[in-house]
């Protein structure tokens, strides 16, 4: 499963490198519990509910084809594979902005104040399963499940790309595809800006149907949404959105204020944790055929640890608590009982372990300057 594994490393790596050309070739100040958020938010659930969404895909695609696209030759049916996952996806994109319920799952990728790479790879945890309905059509009329998988990773990439800070006006490709400097203008707060530019990577889209903004605004701005300030912890910041929907007053409790931790602390958390993460697609990939109890017992303790690392950076007693917990039963469980031999999973897990010791006798920790009141949402 290394062809999986291997845009997750490409990823972290751009990401990181990207925010220290920012931080110190340019002397702008980066926000790196920030950063570790983006990263945390929704990628490791995004391996149960993408494998969803393909399971789906190539069930309709099996039993339910109209077969329509078999006869043309094949340049043809992956230019027409290309320019229709496009077309789904801005009216995807377009709905979650209009409809309330699809806008509690996307606000989480707007809720993001800075704008670079790791924006792009922010999400909810349900992303994912909102786009089921949206691309079942490609399966219905016999676009190929490695088509439809190939071309999501490629408009995905220029998504991604999409939200650099780094790259300036492209020249004429402004006139075909979604640039950075369109995209910028779509995380502008002013509702006015941030509902246009809804395409993913051909601006066409976006001329065609009225919602195209060329330039972001004169007057200072600044990015995200209107509002409570976030969570940082993932679990909260996908479900509050949908407390808030349904009129729900239960928040969680507020910090006492008194520290926090490190950035550094917290993103060397963060990395270890990905670590195991590309472990886990490496050996399993999306994994929805034949899933397997320690499969699922990985999955739930990475996800749990990226909720611990958002309560460190809340400043949360409980999450140093959890991640010693967390951290101490990887090798437990994965070494100890199951037996596993591999040197990856050793070393991995040997680190992290180290880590949840350290930070639990204190590595890491400030005090507070003033008081860090609990995100509502």
């Known amino acids: 499963m290394s062809e999986l594994a291997m845009p997750i490393l490409f990823m972290l790596f751009v990401v990181i490198g990207e925010a220290l050309v920012l931080q110190y070739a340019q002397r702008q100040q980066v926000n790196w519990h920030d950063l570790v958020f983006n990263l945390n938010s929704g990628h490791i659930m995004l391996w149960l509910f993408r494998g969803l969404e393909i399971t789906c895909y190539g069930y309709v695609a099996a039993h339910f084809s109209l077969d329509l696209l078999s006869s043309w030759p094949p340049v043809l049916m992956w230019l027409f594979a290309l320019l229709a996952w496009d077309f789904g996806f801005y009216w995807l994109h377009r709905l979650h902005h209009h409809l309330r319920v699809l806008w509690a799952v996307h606000v989480v990728h707007h809720q993001g104040e800075h704008f670079n790479l790791s924006l792009g790879v922010r999400n909810s945890w349900y992303s994912s399963l909102t786009s089921i309905p949206f ?44 640039t950075p400097a369109h995209h910028r203008v779509h995380h502008v707060k002013d509702m006015a800006y941030s509902n246009q530019n809804f395409g993913g990577s051909f601006i066409f889209w976006d001329k065609l149907f009225g919602t195209f903004c060329p330039s972001l605004p004169e007057t200072p701005f600044v990015y995200g949404v209107s509002g409570d300030k976030p969570s940082a912890n993932p679990f909260w910041a996908s479900n509050l959105p949908f407390l808030r929907y349904f009129r729900l007053r239960w928040r969680p409790k507020a910090t006492n204020g008194r520290f926090s931790y490190s950035a550094l602390s917290v ?34 303790l990475l996800a749990l640890g990226s909720m611990a690392l958002g309560g460190m950076t809340e400043g949360h007693r409980w999450a140093v608590a959890a991640w010693l917990m967390i951290t101490l039963s990887l090798p ?40 860090v009141e609990e995100p509502h949402g």
């Open 332 to 371: 437990l469980l994965f070494i100890g009982y199951l037996g596993w031999s591999q040197r990856y999973w050793h070393l991995a897990m040997a680190l992290i372990t180290l880590h949840g010791v350290c930070v639990a006798l204190g590595w890491g920790r400030v005090r507070a300057l003033k008081p």
């Open 135 to 178: 691309f079942l059509l490609l399966a219905l009329l016999g676009v190929p499940l490695s088509v439809f998988v190939t071309v999501s990773i490629l408009h995905y990439s220029i998504q991604l790309f999409n939200h650099n800070a780094l790259t300036p006006k492209l020249g004429w490709l402004e006139y075909i595809l979604v």
């Open 267 to 300: 993103f060397s958390g963060a990395m270890l944790l990905f670590a195991l993460v590309i472990g886990y697609v490496y050996q399993y990939g999306y994994g929805y055929s034949d899933i397997s109890w320690p499969q699922m017992a990985l999955l739930v």
